[in-house]
């Protein structure tokens, strides 16, 4: 489903915080609802080099794309184990390197197979990564896939949480694919202290899982 299927084009959004852009394949869809620029943060350097790549081969040149190679979470300055998960799609083992996580998958998800070992990476926080890069905390739209630490991301986001109008987020609703994997209720819990209001979730097949819109309550 499209961000315009889910009425997200009416928002306005004119600029986007894309935390795990992954290969930025929703570069389009931001061109779709008229974004006019987005920073892309990618943790897994492998993955981020074929972000580069992939961003010039979209060559989308409506949208300004502000590429970054960090791992966001809710600490500043230390080392963190990043999990590398080459996972499954549509129940065939491929090299999908978005599954990669703080977190250590559930072998009952992934299997043995897909992990491909670990790796330390620095982290810092949403809100000291925008300050270091002099980026400022004015953005429309967050967009956060990063497999289950999503609300790691957010804790450490509260300046950016007093800006946004939209959030698009995955969630965990059961039987997470990873351990220690917040449920959906703790990321509502935090928004709602924000003033977000939970719209609309996407779920996928198993429906366990999927992206959820929240809106800045007026």
Same mark, same amino acid.
């Given at each position: 489903?499209?961000?315009? =299927? @889910?009425?997200?084009?009416?928002?306005?959004?004119?600029?986007?915080?894309?935390?795990?852009?992954? @290969?930025?394949?929703?570069?389009?869809?931001?061109?779709?609802?008229?974004?006019?620029?987005?920073?892309?943060?990618?943790?897994?350097?492998?993955?981020?080099?074929?972000?580069?790549?992939?961003?010039?081969?979209?060559?989308?040149?409506?949208?300004?794309?502000?590429?970054?190679?960090?791992?966001?979470? =809710?600490? =500043?300055?230390?080392?963190?184990?990043?999990?590398?998960?080459?996972?499954?799609?549509?129940?065939?083992?491929?090299?999908?390197?978005?599954?990669?996580?703080?977190?250590?998958?559930?072998?009952?998800?992934?299997?043995?197979?897909?992990?491909?070992?670990?790796?330390?990476?620095?982290?810092?926080?949403?809100?000291?990564?925008?300050? @270091?890069?002099?980026?400022?905390?004015?953005?429309?739209?967050?967009?956060?896939?990063?497999?289950?630490?999503?609300?790691?991301?957010?804790?450490?986001?509260?300046?950016?949480?007093?800006?946004?109008?939209?959030?698009?987020?995955?969630?965990?609703?059961?039987?997470?694919?990873?351990?220690?994997?917040?449920?959906?209720?703790?990321?509502?819990?935090?928004?709602?202290?924000?003033?977000?209001?939970?719209?609309?979730?996407?779920?996928?097949?198993?429906?366990?899982?999927? =992206?959820?819109?929240?809106?800045?309550?007026?």
């Amino acid at each position: 489903m499209s961000f315009n =299927d @889910r009425g997200i084009l009416s928002k306005d959004i004119g600029k986007v915080l894309h935390i795990g852009a992954d @290969r930025g394949g929703e570069l389009p869809q931001y061109k779709d609802i008229g974004v006019d620029e987005v920073v892309w943060i990618e943790a897994n350097p492998e993955v981020y080099n074929e972000l580069l790549e992939n961003l010039k081969i979209m060559n989308v040149s409506e949208v300004k794309s502000l590429p970054f190679n960090q791992l966001i979470s =809710d600490k =500043d300055d230390v080392k963190l184990d990043f999990n590398l998960y080459y996972g499954w799609d549509a129940g065939h083992l491929v090299g999908n390197k978005g599954m990669s996580s703080l977190l250590k998958a559930k072998n009952s998800w992934w299997g043995s197979e897909c992990y491909k070992g670990t790796i330390q990476l620095n982290s810092l926080t949403v809100d000291t990564f925008l300050e @270091r890069n002099d980026l400022g905390y004015n953005f429309d739209m967050l967009n956060i896939d990063t497999q289950g630490a999503e609300l790691m991301v957010l804790k450490g986001a509260s300046k950016v949480l007093e800006n946004v109008k939209v959030i698009n987020c995955e969630v965990t609703f059961f039987n997470p694919h990873y351990h220690n994997n917040p449920k959906f209720d703790e990321v509502n819990s935090l928004l709602q202290q924000f003033g977000f209001k939970h719209i609309d979730t996407e779920l996928c097949l198993e429906k366990n899982w999927g =992206d959820a819109i929240f809106e800045k309550s007026l």
